[in-house]
């Protein structure tokens, strides 16, 4: 059974810094992988898509890496801004079946 | 409006009433999702329609919980006989079948008292 775990679970920055959002995943034949932001009280945003055979995707000021090998993605934000306040999931698509496991995600406050 | 679409936005019933929830996704795709999220659980899988496959009932809680997709677009989510462990916020999701990028609906957010 897929676990997604991601590190940490919340994370204060001062607004203009870099930051890293840590996802990992205990099977590695996944499909693809797909980060998310949530709102309060909204739905999801897809953030970036990752397919099984790339190794990352960028999209603004957002990058994301995939190492399947390890188990493990990274999203990166960069120039961080209070907007960027959220909770940021990451979510597993396996191979062979149809659902998204999804992490705990990780809240970001970004301060001015 | 391009999006998923959910209703009702909100939802309070009592113990033991049954409910419907609603959603429709983009025009086009093929796939659809039910997750439901709740505090200290997270986001859980529930069903998934896949064009005119079978559905993925497995992540459904408990008989009480079902779900259709009529014409391949729209689908209802019912649960009978509602309990206070359903309260949770339902989220629905669409994909084409080519890329398999899931985009979610507002959610429904559902109180049982």
């Known amino acids: 059974k897929q676990e997604v775990t991601q590190i940490p679970a919340a994370l204060s920055v001062p607004e203009g810094e870099n930051l890293v959002l840590n996802c990992s995943f205990t099977?590695?034949?996944?499909?693809?992988l797909q980060w998310f932001r949530q709102d309060p009280g909204k739905g999801l945003t897809s953030l970036l898509l990752?397919?099984?055979?790339?190794r990352e995707q960028t999209s603004g000021r957002l990058n994301a890496s995939l190492d399947k090998s390890s188990g493990r993605s990274t999203l990166y934000i960069a120039a961080s801004q209070p907007g960027d306040s959220a909770t940021y999931l990451c979510?597993?698509?396996?191979?062979?079946?149809?659902?998204?496991?999804f992490g705990e995600g990780t809240q970001l406050t970004v301060n001015p | 409006g391009a999006g998923v679409s959910q209703s009702p936005s909100n939802k309070v019933t009592e113990k033991g009433k049954d409910v419907e929830l609603r959603c429709d996704p983009i025009?086009?795709?093929?796939?659809l999702y039910w997750y439901r999220q709740s505090l200290g659980q997270g986001l859980e899988f529930l069903i998934y329609?896949?064009?005119?496959?079978?559905?993925?009932k497995s992540g459904l809680p408990s008989d009480r919980f079902s779900a259709e997709r009529t014409g391949g677009s729209v689908s209802t989510l019912t649960i009978q006989r509602t309990q206070q462990e359903d309260s949770a916020v339902y989220l629905c999701?669409?994909?084409?079948?080519?890329?398999?990028?899931?985009?979610f609906g507002p959610g429904t957010r559902l109180t049982v008292t």
């Open positions: 999701a669409s994909s084409s079948d080519r890329v398999y990028e899931q985009y």
């Open positions: 099977d590695s034949a996944i499909y693809n």
């Open positions: 990752i397919q099984s055979s790339q």
């Open positions: 979510a597993a698509r396996e191979t062979s079946g149809s659902r998204l496991t």
């Open positions: 025009s086009g795709h093929t796939a």
């Open positions: 329609f896949q064009g005119n496959s079978a559905p993925d």
